[in-house]
C-alpha cells in the first residue's frame, strides 16, 4: 500500500529565516509524482510545488524548493525567506491517479 | 478561467437528512475526485469520477454516499440519512486527465456540519 508521512505536526520558524518541512513516502511504483500542497486558514488547497520521480533535478518555485531522495523516499520542502502569509498546514501528497496525503504539518511563522 | 467551483461552501444539516455536495470542474477537466478531510487531518481520497462512470468508489463508505458526475451539469457528492461522523470538509479537484503527471486542481471545499 502507498503511504506517506508527515512526522512534524507543527514546526515554527522567524520571519525571513528557512524552514524544512519533512515528508516520507512508500510506494512500490517506479513512476510516480510528488506533491506539496498548501492550506491557510481559508481552507482552500493550494499547489505549491510538484516533483516528477523520474526527473533527478529537484523542483524549485520561487522562495519554495524541495530535496528529493528517490532511494530514501523522501521529500522534504525548503522554504527560504519566510513570510508570515506562507503560515499554514502545509500536506505533502504522492500521486497514484489518486493523490496519497501525509497528516500535514502546521507552519507557524513568528514575526 | 474559473476554478474548481465547490457549492454549498457550508452546508448545516440535522442527523437523518440528505447532504448534497456540488462541484464543477475547471473548464476542459472532465476527471473529478472527491476527497474528505476530517478535523486536523489529511485528506482521504473517496471516489474518482469521469463523465458519466464512477472509476474507483474505494475510499467511499458502501451505504449512505454515492456520486455521480452527468454529461452535462456538475458532479454531485450525495450524503443520505447524514449522521454526526460524516461532519468534515469535503473537496473535490478535477484535473484534464488521468496520469500522474495531470495536476489536480482543488475547489474552496464544502464543510459539512451534522447537528
Known amino acids: 500500500a502507498q503511504t506517506v508521512t508527515q512526522s512534524q505536526p507543527e514546526m515554527s520558524v522567524q520571519e525571513a529565516e528557512t524552514v524544512t518541512l519533512s515528508c516520507t513516502y512508500d510506494t512500490s511504483e517506479s513512476d510516480y509524482y510528488l506533491f506539496w500542497y498548501k492550506q491557510p486558514p481559508s481552507r482552500q488547497m493550494i499547489l505549491v510545488i510538484r516533483?516528477?520521480?523520474?526527473k533527478q533535478q529537484n523542483a524549485t518555485e520561487n522562495r519554495f524548493s524541495v530535496n528529493f531522495q528517490k532511494a530514501a523516499k523522501s521529500f522534504s520542502l525548503k522554504i527560504s525567506d519566510s513570510q508570515l502569509g506562507d503560515a499554514a498546514m502545509y500536506f505533502c501528497a504522492l500521486r497514484d491517479y489518486q493523490l496519497i496525503w501525509g497528516a500535514g504539518t502546521k507552519l507557524i511563522i513568528k514575526p | 478561467n474559473a476554478g474548481v467551483m465547490q457549492n454549498p461552501r457550508h452546508l448545516v444539516r440535522r442527523r437523518g437528512q440528505e447532504a448534497r455536495l456540488r462541484c464543477s470542474p475547471m473548464k476542459g477537466h472532465s476527471h473529478v475526485y472527491w476527497y474528505r478531510q476530517l478535523p486536523e487531518e489529511g485528506l482521504k481520497f473517496m471516489v474518482y469520477l469521469q463523465k458519466e462512470n464512477i472509476i474507483d468508489e474505494s475510499g467511499m463508505p458502501k451505504e449512505r454516499f454515492s456520486a455521480e458526475f452527468p454529461k452535462e451539469g456538475p458532479s454531485i457528492l450525495r450524503i443520505q440519512q447524514v449522521v454526526r461522523g460524516d461532519s468534515a470538509a469535503y473537496f473535490c479537484?478535477?484535473?484534464?486527465?488521468?496520469?500522474?503527471?495531470?495536476?489536480?486542481?482543488f475547489g474552496p471545499g464544502t464543510r459539512l456540519t451534522v447537528l
Open positions: 516533483q516528477e520521480a523520474y
Open positions: 479537484a478535477s484535473s484534464p486527465g488521468a496520469g500522474g503527471h495531470y495536476t489536480q486542481y
